[in-house]
């Protein structure tokens, strides 16, 4: 029996979605719930699973074609064996023919690549499956390649260049910063946080932390905290502009800015003001993971009142952050250095973090911006304060 493979029901806010991979090609067995197609929208990446077990018949649109709902993707013959390799059918978007430079492993073996990570293969004469895959499910990503031909030079001179379309969130990623950077009168404004008796803390309650709730203790957890006992006493910093009004929000959704292979996501921690650090960890790890195996979902990325972004993961010393609309503040975390300090008239080496608040100064001030940032530095230098809500 023949069975259509329809896109899913897209949320309101998504009218369409772009196919970005075919993992099955025309001929191959495929078991139900197994991964059948990635479609990509503005804002993440959604997986099809197949419904039943069977054979993959065929494909009604090739990869980068936009889709709507409900749309048939693919039909499935049900409970069919799959033919020998041999005689299975060429997928439709695969291309006629590798470069005549490249292996004939490299041609099978590259089809199912993304865009670059192709181009790479095929300019490099690099067969994939020579190659450890890093992405996600092992795929073999641009980097891989690079990295291989990196680890074992081949003879050069070639200039090669690439052009390659933006993917749908790298596009509303710009999108976004663009309409930031018009729409908003943006202010940055910095401290430095000595976080040595956050770091105390942690390592005197890291076990038994990690016995009671079964996940480490991180530094996230205490600006997430930190961050939402200010907004409280700071609310103009929590709200957000609505065309001549101010939305006060009497709530901490806070967006954690999360890096991917695609690009930045902003997942939400609701009503962080409630939270222990315990389910901080928690929600940022599942985050975190669901980020990396592109399964964020839409209503985890929509809504947020202000935003934590932690440059200092990638080793970034200071930076101004960009604020994310109709948001109206973003707190950006930088790299802890050991750092000469003065303390009680003695020269003191400190675990250093400078901190920076990037603002719309159309309703907050800078006296706001400064007091919260004050707020923060205070909560997070005296943490047993915090721990008592003071």
Known sequence: MSIEVKVPVLPESVSDATIATWHKKPGD????????????????VLEVPAPVDGVLKEIRFESGATVTSDQVLAIIEEGAVAAAPAKAEAPKAAKPDAPAAAAAPAKSAGASLPPGARFAAEVNQVNPADVAGTGRRGAVTK????????????????????????????KRIAERLMESKNSIAMLTSFNEINL????????????????????????????????????KRHPVVNASVDGDDIIYHGYADISIAVSTEKGLVTPVLRNAERMT?????????????????????????????????????????????????????ILGMHAIKERAIV???????????????????????????VLFLVDIKNQLENPHRMLLGL
Request: glycine share 10%; proline share 4%.
């Open 29 to 44: 067995a495929i078991s139900r719930d197994e991964n059948l197609v990635d479609l990509e929208t503005d804002k993440v």
């Open 143 to 170: 980097e891989d390649i690079l990295n291989h031909v990196k680890n074992a030079p081949v003879g050069g001179g070639a200039r090669p260049e690439e052009r390659v379309p933006m993917t749908r969130i790298r």
């Open 196 to 231: 040595g008796k956050v770091m105390q803390l942690r390592k005197e309650m890291q076990e038994s932390f990690e016995k009671a709730n079964g996940i480490k203790l991180g530094f996230m957890s205490f600006f997430v905290k930190a961050a939402a006992e200010a907004l």
């Open 277 to 329: 650090f315990a389910d901080v960890e928690r929600g940022i790890a599942d985050y975190a993971k669901a980020a990396r195996e592109g399964g964020l979902k839409l209503e985890d990325l929509q809504g947020g009142t202000f935003t934590i972004t932690n440059g200092g993961t990638f080793g970034s010393l200071f930076s101004t952050p960009i604020v994310n609309p109709p948001q109206s503040a």
């Open 343 to 369: 303390e009680n008239g003695q020269v003191i080496a400190a675990p250093m973090m400078y901190v920076a608040l990037s603002y719309d100064h159309r309703i907050i001030d800078g006296k706001d911006a």
